[in-house]
């Protein structure tokens, strides 16, 4: 019991009990509320990170696709020159293909033969 004169505006000691036992909880709510928040904001970071390291991964891999698609399409050019250059290869070690084309290109006669040289196309004239 109370010692002492009653004052009349004062909590009694259950209601200054329940008051602070409120306050207390009060205040574990908010220790587990910033907990909770703080673990969110790690998790969220976290998975941003991740996220924006996928879209990297996926952005590179698309140009090294595109650059393997130039790259094979560049191939296909140069074996296309390279078979052509073969082919010539493998005509300039033909005697008869030689002859014609020194007779061809450098107008090259034999002996008595005479080179008429005729336009081709009537826009000549």
């Known amino acids: 019991m109370q010692r002492g004169p009653r004052l009349y505006n004062a909590l009694s000691d259950e209601e ?3 008051r602070l036992r409120r306050k207390a909880a009060r205040k ?3 220790v587990h509320r910033v907990r909770r928040n703080r673990i969110v904001a790690c998790f969220a970071i976290a998975i941003l990170i991740f996220g924006l390291q996928l879209i990297m991964v996926h ?3 698309g ?3 595109s650059q393997i698609q130039t790259n094979k399409t560049e191939l296909n050019q140069v074996n296309k ?3 052509k250059l073969k082919a010539q290869v493998a005509d300039l070690k ?3 293909y030689v002859a014609k084309v020194i007779r061809y290109k450098f107008y ?3 002996s008595g033969e005479s ?3 005729l336009p081709d196309k009537e826009e000549d004239y």
Do not use: F
Request: positive net charge; charged residues 40%.
């Open 16 to 18: 200054r009990l329940a």
């Open 28 to 30: 574990e709510k908010e």
């Open 59 to 61: 952005v590179q891999t």
């Open 63 to 65: 140009r090294i696709n």
């Open 81 to 83: 020159t390279n078979k």
């Open 94 to 96: 033909d005697p008869d």
């Open 108 to 110: 090259y006669s034999k």
């Open 115 to 117: 080179i008429y040289t």
